[in-house]
């Protein structure tokens, strides 16, 4: 008797907590910041040197977020290179709040994902899935890479349909940080779990 209502109570237990994670998800889900759900997103045409330093506070703010297995050495070195990035690539969107203020950036070149980079408050707000969407539908993105050592990223990438097809050893820096080589394969982002999406936090 005494098995029988340990099992029953911990039944009990798991059910009662299986509510309230149920309950924390619809509570996220809800009450987003209004300047996520508002956010709008801007083919960038004219980059102004204001913008490229505020795109910048937002790539190292999210990479020292995301990207651990760098050193704040090993990011400041990088960083030197972010502005002329940005200036370079060939295609650049932006994200911005109601008060005009850039949160997450994105930047393709022809089939290629380039650089996809969120505010860390950001993460896990549908942000990143909106800018990959309007990548892949009306940019036509269908490849990109991810450092294997952000296994978060990787997996709002399969998330979003895309598949590893190679991994390298070094990055193309020639830094021991393998990359993995990603696609697009059948799968749409209009076929995927919203939810499953939402609840991703993501990298990039």
């Not at 994105?106 to 950001?122: D, H, I, N, S, V």
Request: some cysteine; proline content about 4%.
């Amino acid at each position: 008797m005494k098995n029988r209502s340990e099992q029953e109570e911990s039944t009990l237990r798991n059910s009662i907590q299986e509510k309230q994670n149920q309950q924390n998800r619809e509570f996220h889900r809800e009450n987003r910041p209004k300047a996520v759900n508002q956010a709008e997103i801007f083919l960038q045409e004219v980059r102004s040197d204001e913008l490229i330093d505020r795109l910048t506070e937002v790539w190292r703010r999210s990479v020292k977020k995301t990207h651990l297995f760098l050193s704040d050495q090993e990011i400041g070195e990088i960083e030197k290179y972010v502005p002329a990035a940005l200036l370079e690539v060939p295609t650049l969107v932006t994200a911005v709040n109601t008060e005009g203020e850039p949160i997450a950036f994105m930047g393709t070149a022809g089939e290629r994902l380039e650089m996809l980079f969120l505010e860390p408050e950001m993460r896990g707000s549908g942000l990143g899935r909106r800018l990959l969407t309007y990548g892949i539908e009306e940019l036509g993105v269908s490849e990109l890479c991810v450092n294997e050592h952000n296994p978060l990223a990787k997996g709002f990438y399969e998330h979003m349909g895309f598949e590893c097809f190679k991994r390298t050893e070094l990055d193309e820096q020639g830094n021991p940080y393998p990359l993995l080589y990603m696609r697009l394969t059948a799968k749409t982002a209009g076929d995927l779990d919203n939810a499953a999406i939402d609840c991703l936090k993501i990298e990039e």
